[in-house]
């Protein structure tokens, strides 16, 4: 974490009212030291631990093409920026099938106070601050569960709970690139859209919450494409919102 905060955020420094957000909640693996999650450390690179490829697409989207990004920078294992506060899932006493004993008896309320509520004051006051026309938040999925065989096939899929106005827009456009896009895939976010609940729906701000898939994003190749493929679709959406 830099300067002890659970958050950054890139190209804010001339915000221009109107424009482009980009959240990435899930954007890091890192744990203080101070916290043992009592797990094998290789599974801080896996998905349980954050959304692999996020942050790479994120600072591309801020540096290169004007779109702001709040990005976290505690792993999800930790406290779960994309859950609500009263979930159990804020602090994660299992992931996809894998214990995290570290979590069984944590201090919740220690790690909303030093994590979750500083993360969301901060997104929000930047929301106030930029105005913008649309928020961005990204997120990526595993090509297949530990839990569960089944495979995805979906290169790209929107969430979104009541407000699909964007995500419409959003699926029409990833499919005329020839993608497999997922509506509401391969999670809903009637179910799982904390975040934009809270700062989009809530204030009645347009957005997308965009799925990419792990493998298409591992490589910074893949992040580069990516990032500049959505910018391209998220600024035509956001013309149509």
């Known amino acids: ?28 693996n890192y744990v203080p030291e101070e916290i043992e999650l009592g797990i094998d450390p290789k599974l801080l690179e896996e998905h349980i631990a954050l959304d692999v490829g996020v942050e790479g697409i994120a600072e591309r989207l801020a540096r290169r ?3 702001p990004a709040h990005i976290a920078c505690v792993s999800r294992l930790v406290c779960d ?33 030093r994590f979750h509520r500083p993360y969301h004051n901060a997104l929000a006051d930047l929301i106030e601050q930029a105005k913008p026309k649309m928020l961005v938040a990204l997120h990526s999925f595993t090509p297949a ?23 419409r827009h959003a699926i029409r456009l990833f499919g005329e690139q020839g993608l497999t896009v997922g509506d509401n895939e391969p999670y809903s976010g009637k179910q799982l859209n904390a975040t934009m609940d809270r700062h989009a729906e809530a204030n009645g701000i347009p957005y ?9 994003i591992e490589t910074e190749a893949g992040q580069a494409r990516w990032a500049l493929l959505l910018a391209d679709v998220m600024g035509r959406v956001a013309l149509e919102v």
């Open 81 to 113: 920026m994309h859950r609500r506060e009263d979930e159990p899932a804020v602090v994660p006493t299992e992931s996809d099938g894998r214990l995290v004993p570290g979590n069984i008896g944590a201090d919740v309320e220690a790690r909303l106070a």
């Open 65 to 67: 093409h004007n779109m």
């Open 145 to 167: 569960l530990e839990t569960g065989d089944e495979e995805r096939p979906w290169e790209v899929a929107l969430l979104y709970n009541q407000d699909d106005t964007a995500a």
């Open 208 to 216: 997308c919450t965009v799925e990419i898939r792990q493998d298409q």
């Open 1 to 28: 974490m830099i300067d002890n905060l659970p958050y950054r955020q890139v190209g804010t420094e001339d915000l221009r009212p109107g424009g482009l957000l980009c959240v990435a909640d899930h954007a890091s």
